[in-house]
């Protein structure tokens, strides 16, 4: 079974520009998740989608910031414009919840460099 | 005050030795708490998910949690150089899904 990948694997843009990071998540899974690590911090929590509705997204650090999941599928995570601080690696995770359980299955990432 | 704090070493130790890497929260919601293992250049893969307080143990892996002192634990048994990674502790809600990450303990494991 293919786990979450995600695309591209790094992105290196100028301020100002525009960039758009994919997430195919496990087949099946309803639930995605989006985190963000910045350099020195810990992962951060973004947003999740239960299938194509956003279940909560009050990690998203300001309207530059565009998650979308049209048909509950893969999603897109679109920064416009970039700012230096949105450097950092932005992880992708899925899972389906089960009982008490849930085995959130993370990408490897998409490195993005802001210059 | 970060709600989950956990100190990012690196932890340098020898082959075969007993590993202990450790958090302190500050939430006590906090009900789900879990251990991700984190290899360079791949995302976090998760090792042990325990519900509420009460030890869990897989293998070489054992997990703590101390709800009344808000402290969790993750033992690692008869450590080998592949287990050198970084090491991050995680919480969530009851009826939530956002998790709450630590910054992560770099482990290194030397043969």
């Known amino acids: 079974e293919a786990g979450v990948t995600q695309f591209p694997s790094h992105s290196v843009i100028e301020k100002g520009q525009t960039v758009t990071l994919r997430c195919d998540p496990i087949?099946?899974?309803?639930?995605l998740y989006w985190y963000r690590r910045v350099m020195g911090k810990e992962i951060k929590f973004l947003l999740h989608f239960v299938k194509e509705s956003k279940q909560d997204e009050s990690g998203m650090p300001n309207n530059r910031f565009l998650a979308e999941r049209t048909g509950g599928t893969y999603s897109t995570l679109k920064v416009q414009p970039a700012e230096l601080e949105d450097s950092g690696v932005y992880f992708c995770a899925s899972s389906q919840w089960t009982e008490r359980t849930d085995t959130q299955y993370f990408g490897p990432g998409t490195r993005l460099t802001v210059l | 005050q970060k709600e989950v704090e956990q100190d990012p070493g690196p932890l340098s130790v020898p082959e075969g030795a007993i590993v202990s890497l450790n958090c302190t929260y500050s939430?006590?919601?906090?009900?789900?708490f879990m251990w991700y293992r984190q290899y360079s250049r791949k995302g976090p893969e998760l090792l042990m998910y325990t519900y509420s307080s009460g030890n869990k143990e897989d293998g070489r892996f054992t997990a703590q949690v101390d709800k009344s002192s808000k402290y969790i634990s993750l033992f690692i048994r008869d450590s080998q150089p592949s287990d050198s990674a970084t090491y991050l502790c995680a919480m969530m809600n009851t009826g939530g899904f956002k998790t709450i990450f630590g910054a992560g303990t770099r482990l290194f494991v030397k043969a």
């Open positions: 939430n006590s919601a906090f009900q789900y």
């Open positions: 087949s099946g899974h309803d639930n």
